[in-house]
């Protein structure tokens, strides 16, 4: 159950953050909020974050590579993966029911934006829609290999995402570790 409600606060967070930035109204309760202009910024933390509305019509970093209907059909494949993963490892630790939630809930953040998005602001049929980032972190003058290197701009389901896949990489050894211990207990427990 902790794992759902984590799940529906990241997608519920996720969601309203993208909505103060794009803008919405609810002409019924009479609620109309502007949003920013698209390309616009404001600094939040001089020269290193700001807040830069921009729409993502692909994969991270704005790849292309299979189409919108592509990827919009490959999320939600993903996205039923991941919800058949937490119930396949419900009696598992915590920790990783709340690294997939973690991912789950980013997941769904995103998948929202791509398929109900344009049908919603009215530039795009069902499953065509873009994803709403705008956290922009600007690393000023960094260079890789004599290239500059430009920070994506992101939203709260990339982070996330991330946060969750970090978990996994950097925890395995707690999810790992407490498996094989009681494997092991069972072993010893058999070979008596």
């Known amino acids: 159950m902790r794992v759902i409600i984590l799940t529906i606060a990241i997608v519920l967070i996720d969601q309203i953050s993208k909505l103060f930035v794009k803008g919405f109204s609810i002409p019924f309760l009479g609620i109309t909020h502007k949003g920013m202009e698209y390309g616009s910024s404001f600094n939040v933390i001089d020269g290193f974050f700001k807040i830069t509305f921009i729409e993502n019509p692909g994969m991270a970093f704005g790849l292309e590579v299979i189409g919108k209907l592509g990827l919009c059909l490959f999320t939600i494949a993903a996205t039923i993966l991941i919800i058949y993963f937490i119930y396949i490892n419900r009696n598992e630790s915590l920790y990783l029911r709340c690294a997939l939630a973690f991912i789950l809930g980013g997941a769904i953040g995103n998948l929202l934006d791509r398929t109900f998005y344009g049908m919603i602001y009215g530039y795009a049929p069902i499953f065509y829609g873009k994803v709403v980032d705008f956290f922009h972190v600007d690393f000023q003058n960094l260079q ?48 008596l």
């Open 144 to 191: 890789l290999f004599g290239k500059i290197i430009n920070y994506p701009i992101f939203n709260v389901a990339d982070i996330a995402v991330t946060v969750g896949f970090l978990m996994i990489i950097f925890g395995y050894k707690i999810i790992f570790h407490q498996k094989s211990t009681e494997e092991n207990k069972i072993e010893a427990g058999t070979d």
